[in-house]
């Protein structure tokens, strides 16, 4: 069963930071490009980050330009977002998908995790 869980979320104080994870079962994630997406209360679900499969090439949302961090680890089928200086307006459920091309256009991805909780408090 080809499946991807999120991890990592939280509650946080504004200005601290959190690591997520997308870690792959069913498949090989390496062989796909992942990107990372949040979906706030009563807002339409946006692109924050993306990877290549090989790591090569990244892509952030100017929202989050400077404060995270994408990254995977192939070895563990498991891509990571490091998110530094976070602020209450972070506070969403964030979600990883797995695709063929490395862009933070959500239609572009085939298979998604189920979402993880993020909550900034100020």
């Known amino acids: 069963q080809l499946q991807l869980v999120e991890s990592g979320g939280g509650l946080v104080q504004a200005g601290g930071s959190l690591r997520l994870s997308c870690a792959a079962s069913g498949f090989t994630l390496g062989y796909s490009n992942v990107g990372w997406f949040r979906q706030a209360p009563g807002k339409e679900r946006e692109g924050v980050s993306c990877?290549?499969?090989?790591?090569?090439?990244?892509n952030y949302a100017d929202s989050v330009k400077g404060r995270f961090t994408i990254s995977r680890d192939n070895a563990k089928n498991t891509v990571y977002l490091q998110m530094n200086s976070l602020k209450p307006e972070d506070t969403a459920i964030y979600y990883c998908a797995a695709g063929g091309l490395t862009t933070l256009s959500e239609s572009h991805y085939d298979y998604w995790g189920q979402g993880t909780q993020v909550t900034v408090s100020s």
């Open positions: 990877i290549s499969s090989s790591g090569t090439i990244t």
